[in-house]
């Protein structure tokens, strides 16, 4: 089976410019989490989402949204780029929400802002 | 708010040598989950080993286990008979009982030397 797949796997932009990232969880599951990863640092949780509903919200500005589609695929939007904007982005997908699920993570999509 | 601890930033160690990282946190819950999670450099981010807060036996992996004290809140994580794949960034991360936001420390970069 495939596991949680994130694309693209790097792309450059530049301040101000608006950005998506996709994330398609493992067959079967419905939850999805959004983590930004800033070189040198553990991941911050950003966004939970269960059956296309959010479930949890971290930190971050209103700049970050994101949705979840009747397929449970995701997509994370972050507006006006700003340069702390650069970081790794993973996305983790569980069969349903709640703690106890394990979370499976994808390889990532590099963001590099200038 | 949970906050997590990893207090070394690097490790260093002989292949087949035991090794362990630290890890602390600091919540007011009395049910979560604490995970280690280790990062090679292809990014994707791995489940090592869970433990279950009410648990009072601590978890064991094959040659990973843990030594959860509840009451210091501390969670290390032991390698045994290290070897060379073992060689990575190694995230110790705190999740709520009901929710999968996860709180991560930042990390011990692990090397293995031949």
């Known amino acids: 089976d495939a596991g949680v797949t994130q694309s693209p796997t790097h792309l450059i932009k530049t301040r101000g410019q608006h950005v998506t990232l996709r994330c398609s969880p493992i067959s079967g599951h419905k939850s999805v989490s959004w983590y930004q990863q800033v070189l040198g640092q553990g991941p911050q949780f950003i966004f939970q989402y269960y059956e296309k509903e959010e479930r949890g919200r971290g930190n971050f500005p209103d700049r970050f949204s994101a949705r979840q589609f009747p397929n449970y695929s995701s997509e994370l939007n972050v507006n006006a780029l700003l340069l702390g904007d650069s970081a790794l982005y993973l996305c983790a997908s569980s069969l349903i929400a709640g703690g106890d699920q394990p979370q499976h993570f994808g390889d990532g999509t590099r963001l590099s802002i200038l | 708010a949970q906050t997590v601890t990893q207090s070394q930033p690097e490790m260093s160690v002989q292949e087949a040598e035991t090794v362990t990282l630290s890890c602390t946190y600091d919540?007011?819950?009395?049910?979560?989950?604490l995970f280690w999670y280790k990062q090679p450099p292809s990014r994707q981010m791995i489940l090592v080993i869970r433990q279950e807060a009410y648990k009072q036996q601590n978890a064991t992996e094959n040659r990973f286990s843990v030594n959860f004290q509840k009451a210091a809140k501390s969670f290390s994580l032991k390698i045994s008979d290290s070897q060379l794949g073992d060689t990575a960034m190694y995230f110790c991360?705190?999740?709520?009982?009901?929710?999968?936001?996860?709180?991560f420390g930042q990390g011990t970069r692990l090397t293995i030397n031949p």
């Open positions: 991360a705190f999740g709520p009982w009901v929710a999968q936001k996860l709180v």
């Open positions: 919540t007011s819950e009395n049910n979560y989950y």
